[in-house]
T-cell receptor
Framework: AQSVTQLDSQVPVFEEAPVELRCNYS??????LFWYVQYPNQGLQLLLK??????LVKGINGFEAEFNKSQTSFHLRKPSVHISDTAEYFCAVILNTGGFKTIFGAGTRLFVKA | KAGVTQTPRYLIKTRGQQVTLSCSPISGHRSVSWYQQTPGQGLQFLFE???????NKGNFPGRFSGRQFSNSRSEMNVSTLELGDSALYLC????????????FGQGTRLTVV
């Protein structure tokens, strides 16, 4: 069965420290990979996506992610976080099964402390 | 260019009632998807519409239905509301289906009492 696992439900980190939010997926079909951010009482905003090509993807707000096919992972990283990065982060995959189905991970709450 | 607009933003309904939520996609976008977000279940896919046809459906009971109009606007309906239907309902629009970026609305917060 296809699934997306975000390994940490909460990640507290100090301002200006690096952070990694982990995402693993399982799928028997080809996938497209995404990271979204959700601020309180808002919808989701796309941070970055991997469709094909270079496995290192750069997104908005200084975030980047690396697709690792052998480990079926798509971890999100930022070298130095800001207070304003405090939000919920969602990893998502779109499965190409003839139709398109989106599966989201459970989310990781990033809390940046001063 | 205007973003995805969902109306209403907040809604309180009583068990057993039915509700209709509306989503206006970004101009030119033809694909609309709906999601239910709850603290316990996270984000769950409800349906996807493209060119007025439902292309994909998540694992929700038949009480959840939707439609898309010729101008790509979409509505979803939930009949015979249950307490467990309380959630944030998010709509997302995309230019095309599949691997294109989805733009999300701010959601409709539905509370069933």
């Amino acid at each position: 069965a296809q699934s997306v696992t975000q390994l940490d439900s909460q990640v507290p980190v100090f301002e200006e420290a690096p952070v990694e939010l982990r995402c693993n997926y399982s799928s028997s079909v080809s996938v497209y990979l995404f990271w979204y951010v959700q601020y309180p009482n808002q919808g989701l905003q796309l941070l970055l996506k991997y469709l094909s090509g270079s496995t290192l993807v750069k997104g908005i707000n200084g975030f980047e992610a690396e697709f690792n096919k052998s480990q079926t992972s798509f971890h999100l990283r930022k070298p130095s976080v800001h207070i304003s990065d405090t939000a919920e982060y969602f990893c998502a995959v779109i499965l190409n099964t003839g139709g398109f189905k989106t599966i989201f991970g459970a989310g990781t709450r990033l809390f940046v402390k001063a | 260019k205007a973003g995805v607009t969902q109306t209403p933003r907040y809604l309180i309904k009583t068990r057993g009632q039915q509700v209709t939520l509306s989503c206006s996609p970004i101009s030119g976008h033809r694909s609309v998807s709906w999601y239910q977000q709850t603290p316990g279940q996270g984000l769950q896919f409800l349906f996807e519409y493209f060119s007025e046809t439902q292309r994909n459906k998540g694992n929700f009971p038949g009480r959840f239905s939707g439609r898309q109009f010729s101008n790509s606007r979409s509505e979803m309906n939930v009949s015979t509301l249950e307490l467990g239907d309380s959630a944030l309902y998010l709509c997302a629009s995309s230019l095309e289906r599949g691997n294109t970026e989805a733009f999300f609305g701010q959601g409709t917060r539905l509370t069933v009492v």
